[in-house]
Structure formats: structure tokens, C-alpha cells
């Protein structure tokens, strides 16, 4: 991703993007792995999030996209913790703690930055690192994934360093979100686990005990706008916290998938001014074992048809974004044959 200044505006309204119900019933016999007989329909899942989240109803959406277009195909999603169980369910069978047992997926939403250090193994992949991490690939961005740090309008708390002795929502254990809210609090020189008490709820329940004074502040690694946050905020006004200066030119210096970007005042009831905050990136990935014709349809099919798609982040799903802030992430055979006729690469 470069590291050039990104705007997103408030939207007019929020679509209500429901979940899709996806069902794939067949006796085994019946089922073929991801490349398999064109005669046969290939059944793939989709690891998302949590419920409350964007990548749920977003990846059900999407999931949906590929069922309709792509013979022979069918995709089914279920929720999970989002990045770092996604990441280790691409391997095999793993557990969440709310989900329970999670089967292996063939496709997976993730923060790029997250995906970059599951392929390093570094960050929560240092003590219990992926088997085989070369292994991983990457589709295509999906949409721009923005901190967005909440607190009452009404609140004394004007910086993260502010958030010293507070009550903080950092998101769900293994979630972009509390890998990110702790790079961000160790920035700003507060220890994630000794000098704040740390909650650990999906956003839309961190949202609600935001307004409900039960915390102080809530991290989220989400879209603009957020739907957690615009209906919190339709009854209690709400402030962001800016992520610029020293701090942040030091972590996007440390983590390339990091850039800057600014939300419009207006975005949200009570926030008057532009925030300046960080960006990574939601991103489709799989692994080197995904059929190489199978990869080049999932993405053509996304990027072709996003238009199609009803969730409000639809919008975002760009062919122009789908390459940015991948870093050292190797792009699947597939995928890159795709770009390379759009004349995105070389």
C-alpha cells in the first residue's frame, strides 16, 4: 500500500446487508476438491467473522457472487474469530472460543497485516506458528480495513495515550482488531495488559457498552462508516481518536501494510472534524493448493461483479485498491494471471 493520504466519506445512509443463507447438502461421494471435476460441483467455504462484524454478512454476499457465476461452484460461510483463526483454519481444523471447533477453509477474509505476520511468524503466530506459512496466497483486497478508535463526545479522552487506567474494548482474542490495538497502545507506549483493563467483546457488543458507560473506549478495525458505531452514536455523540504524528509514522514504519487515511467530519453523530487514522486492508487469501483456474474465476467473478453486491462496502470492493498494502505476500497463480490481462502487472 503507498503510503499516500486516503479520504473516506460518510455515506447518506447504511444498507442493511443481511446475511446470506448458503446451503451445500450432498453425500460425499458427491463432493470434489477445489479443482475438481468440472462434472462435479465443487463445494468451498469461506471463513468471515464475528456476527456482529462486516466480514459476516459481507462474505455472505460475496460467497453468494460466486455461487451464482461460477458453474459449478458453490461457496458456503460461517463465522468465526476473523484474521488469526481464519489464517490457522486455512491449515486445518481449529478452535475458537465462542465458534467451537472450526473446519479447514480453502478461502479466508483477513487484515493484511495479520497475514504478513502468519507468514513471518511473528506477532500472535511467534509461539504457535502455521505450519506452512510459505504456503499461503493471496486474491485481492476486498475493502479498506480502518482503526477507529470510539469514545463518548463527552469524554476527557483526547489521545490513546489518554487511555492510560481506562476501560477498553480491544476487540476479540485472535481478531485484526487486537493484534492492531496492541501495536497501537504499545506505540503510544501503554502495555496492552498491565496499563489498561482490557475487554475483549465482538465491536457491536464493545458499542453497546460504549454507550452505556461501561467502557471508556472501544478499538475496531472496521468500514466506513461502521454500523457499530453509527448506531451507538444515533443516541450518545461520539469523538474518534486521531492515530498521526510520531507514533504513527513509527508503526507504519515498522508495518508497511499501515497507511494513513482521514475520515470526513459528519461521519458520525458528534464527530465535527476530520480524523486522521491508519488503514490496512480486508483481503481475500487461500493457499498454493487452490486449482489455478478456480482462483482466476473467484477473482474475476468479486471484482466484475461487485457492483452487485448489496452490503454498503460493496462500493469499496475496487479492482484499482485490489493489489495495495500486499507487501510480501505472494499473489496466487490464478489471481495474478487475472491482473496481469487487466494490465496491473507487468
Not at 182 to 203: C, H, K, M, V, W
Not at 281 to 287: H, N, R
Not at 329 to 345: D, N
Amino acid at each position: 500500500m503507498s503510503k499516500g493520504r486516503g479520504t473516506i466519506r460518510a455515506s447518506v445512509a447504511i444498507a442493511a446487508a443481511g446475511v446470506v443463507a448458503l446451503s451445500a447438502c450432498a453425500a460425499p461421494e458427491d463432493v470434489e476438491g477445489p479443482g475438481g471435476d468440472d462434472s462435479e460441483t465443487t463445494f468451498l467455504q469461506l471463513a468471515t467473522g464475528s456476527t456482529g462484524g462486516t466480514y459476516y454478512p459481507l462474505g455472505g454476499e460475496i460467497a453468494q457472487l460466486w455461487s451464482n457465476n461460477i458453474e459449478n461452484v458453490q461457496v458456503d460461510t460461517f463465522a468465526t474469530g476473523a484474521s488469526v483463526q481464519n489464517l490457522r483454519a486455512l491449515e486445518g481444523e481449529t478452535e475458537d472460543a465462542d465458534a467451537g471447533e472450526i473446519d479447514q477453509s480453502e478461502l479466508i477474509m483477513a487484515v493484511n497485516g495479520v497475514a504478513m505476520q502468519a507468514q513471518s511468524s511473528t506477532g500472535p503466530f511467534e509461539e504457535e506458528p502455521l505450519a506452512s506459512p510459505d504456503g499461503i496466497r493471496a486474491l485481492g483486497n476486498i475493502y479498506p480495513e480502518v482503526m477507529q478508535i470510539v469514545v463518548r463526545a463527552d469524554s476527557d479522552i483526547e489521545s490513546v495515550a489518554d487511555l492510560e487506567g481506562m476501560n477498553v474494548e480491544i476487540g476479540p482474542p485472535g481478531s485484526g482488531t487486537e493484534v492492531a490495538a496492541r501495536q497501537i497502545l504499545e506505540a503510544y507506549g501503554l502495555d496492552p495488559d498491565a496499563d489498561i483493563n482490557a475487554y475483549d467483546s465482538t465491536f457491536g457488543d464493545a458499542a453497546t457498552a460504549l454507550g452505556d458507560g461501561q467502557v471508556d473506549a472501544a478499538f475496531g478495525i472496521l468500514s466506513v462508516p461502521a454500523a457499530g458505531i453509527v448506531e451507538v452514536s444515533a443516541s450518545n455523540d461520539v469523538r474518534l481518536l486521531p492515530l498521526e504524528g510520531e507514533e504513527a509514522e513509527t508503526l507504519m514504519a515498522e508495518d508497511p501494510s499501515y497507511s494513513p487515511l482521514t475520515i470526513e467530519g459528519g461521519t458520525y453523530n458528534g464527530q465535527d472534524e476530520d480524523v486522521v487514522t491508519l488503514t490496512q486492508w480486508a483481503t481475500l487469501y487461500t493457499t498454493s493448493a487452490l486449482d489455478e483456474q478456480l482462483a482466476y474465476d473467484l477473482v474475476r467473478v468479486m471484482y466484475e461483479d461487485a457492483g452487485d453486491i448489496g452490503h454498503d462496502v460493496g462500493g469499496q470492493v475496487l479492482l484499482e485498491t485490489a493489489l495495495d498494502g500486499l507487501g510480501s505476500m505472494e499473489l496466487h497463480p490464478g489471481a495474478q494471471r487475472f491482473y496481469e490481462e487487466q494490465g496491473l502487472l507487468d
